[in-house]
């Protein structure tokens, strides 16, 4: 059973910035974030494979330009850098990996950026 723990999640002002972690207990094919913003439906936000021979990565456009995620194989974690924060960025973000066509979760970590 792959687990996943998310920190970095917090309370920041508009312009600020995060970075969300998500550290996995074991090997992934895929990692990322989907995030729930109050009262809508969960959206995708990022992810990056595990492949060795590059991070592939794609994004939200919403993310673009703003969001940027990695990955240290060493701590077999994930990164979700956070500039520019908009308040439309609130939202309990997820992180989510894949392993052999399965989908985990991340227990979830509030973001809320204030006007």
């Known amino acids: 059973q792959l687990q996943l723990v998310e920190s970095g999640g917090g309370l920041v002002q508009a312009g600020g910035s995060l970075r969300l972690s998500c550290a996995a207990s074991g090997r992934w094919d895929l990692m990322g974030w989907y995030r729930q913003p109050p009262g809508k439906l969960r959206e995708f936000v990022a992810f990056i494979d595990g492949g060795t021979s590059g991070a592939r990565t794609k994004y939200d456009d919403s993310a673009k330009g703003r969001f940027t995620i990695s990955r240290d194989i060493s701590k077999n974690t994930v990164y979700l850098q956070m500039n520019g924060l908009k308040p439309e960025d609130t939202a309990v973000y997820s992180c989510?990996?894949?392993?052999?066509?399965?989908?985990?979760w991340g227990q979830g970590t509030q973001v809320t950026v204030s006007s």
């Open positions: 989510y990996a894949l392993l052999l066509s399965r989908v985990y």
